[in-house]
């Protein structure tokens, strides 16, 4: 059984290893928003895993959502730990494993939101990357970071 220094319950997001889920626990402990953003998707009756993994070009990290009649049902966040250096280098900014987490949460969530609050999720009605930065820029304000585009 899980837990979380919280006292959160989670019981819908799985860890494809230990060191994913001591990476995430630390984003909880380290930011608020982080916080917030993974008991959101704990609490969230949809199912998640996240894993370590390549992807490609130099993303460090994916959501990928899932849905069945107009509701999230789960997904797949992936982050890609060796993309964090040539990442930084594009985008002139820190990019860490707590950074890309908080974003992909955003996502996570987002969708779920959407698809919840429209009854609808598709490629023009989703958690885009302008949404998913709002969340970024919360935890990276949080770590004090430099923000990923001038706060909105
Ligand atoms: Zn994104």
Redesign the pocket.
Known sequence: MFTDPFGLKADTVEYASSAVKKGAEGCAQASKTCAQQLSALQNDPSKWLVKFGSLPGHRT?N?NTQGYANQVTGGTITIDPSHFGVASKDLGVTVNFNTTFG??LG?ANGNIEIANTTGSLGPMNHCD?KC?NIVENKVRTELGLPLLTPKP
Request: charged share 30%; hydrophobic share 15%.
């Open positions: 990290g959501t974003h992909e996502h990357e998913a």
